[in-house]
């Protein structure tokens, strides 16, 4: 009998996406490896960089990167950002270099074939909703097509394909893991801001929350639909949370949360745990009537 080939599945989240260092610092130290990771958003930069340097060490600084960055190095926008994407009609409110100049300082690969684990970047075709999956070329380009979030950034062209953020057509990429061989899939993903008590105010804040909340309902339904196809275990996010997507000032204290309930729940036999996560979908922790 074949012997199972593993995937990492890593979802989109904005500044969420510090939950899931928590959770490669406690796999990495369980020693769980994988045999590809597929990512998609800024599960795609954490992705890439674990797929990079798959040590405690290469972790670590991965989580030093997030536990430096503000909200305007990823998101530089600007009341002048927005006057001018008016004003010259662009179809994306900042440019993405600040983002790219991240990727760049942490990243020792310079195209996607060459990262030490097998690596898999998805993205989605802006003209037909395809998802497209990138696992080979420029490794940079392959991640800002996949963050490029609609109006925020600018969209990528590969290959003559127009590509934008891969959490439009599928935050959590199940199906790319199961079409790529996996039989055992640990989903990462980055939960979402449940414990808010009032809906995010910054426009680009509220998009990404409001596609956090798409991306655990299709969590559970992948989760079912391949269940006879691969075994999928999803590691449990962070709840209650009431940290926005869009707030990097709190990244130090989530990848501590997480990396210690990652732990606890690893030793409590998490991994042999399978199916959609307990925690329903439609929880309030008791603050609305």
Not at 101 to 119: D, N, P
Not at 129 to 138: K, P, R, Y
């Amino acid at each position: 009998m074949a012997s199972d080939r593993t995937a990492f599945v890593l979802s989109g989240g904005g500044s969420l996406g510090a939950v899931q260092v928590g959770m490669l610092q406690a796999l990495v130290e369980a020693g769980l490896m994988p045999d590809f990771v597929v990512g998609t958003s800024v599960g795609a930069l954490n992705g890439a960089a674990f797929a990079d340097d798959p040590t405690p060490k290469g972790v670590q600084r991965l989580a030093d990167l997030w536990r430096s960055l503000r909200r305007e190095d990823v998101f530089p926008l600007t009341l002048l950002a927005g006057l001018k994407a008016l004003l010259l009609k662009r179809d994306h409110l900042v440019e993405a270099g600040a983002l790219l100049s991240i990727v760049r300082g942490i990243l020792h690969a310079r195209r996607i074939e060459q990262t030490r684990i097998a690596l898999h970047v998805t993205a989605t075709d802006v003209l037909s909703g395809a998802e497209v999956t990138l696992s080979t070329g420029d490794l940079d380009t392959a991640l800002m097509a996949s963050t490029a979030i609609p109006v925020v950034f600018p969209h990528v062209e590969i290959d003559g394909r127009y590509l934008v953020d891969g959490g439009v057509g599928d935050n959590t990429p199940i199906n790319t893991a199961v079409g790529l061989g996996a039989t055992r899939i640990i989903v990462l993903p980055t939960g979402m801001s449940c414990g808010l008590r009032e809906p995010p105010r910054d426009m680009a804040a509220l998009a990404l929350h409001i596609m956090s909340l798409q991306s655990m309902r299709q969590l559970d339904r992948d989760t079912e639909r391949f269940a006879q196809r691969a075994r999928i275990t999803i590691v449990p996010p962070l709840c209650p949370l009431d940290v926005s997507v869009f707030d990097f000032s709190q990244t130090a204290a989530l990848i501590d949360r997480t990396a210690r309930q990652t732990r606890d729940w690893l030793a409590g036999g998490g991994m042999d745990q399978h199916g959609p996560l307990d925690v329903p979908l439609l929880h309030h922790h008791g603050h609305h009537a």
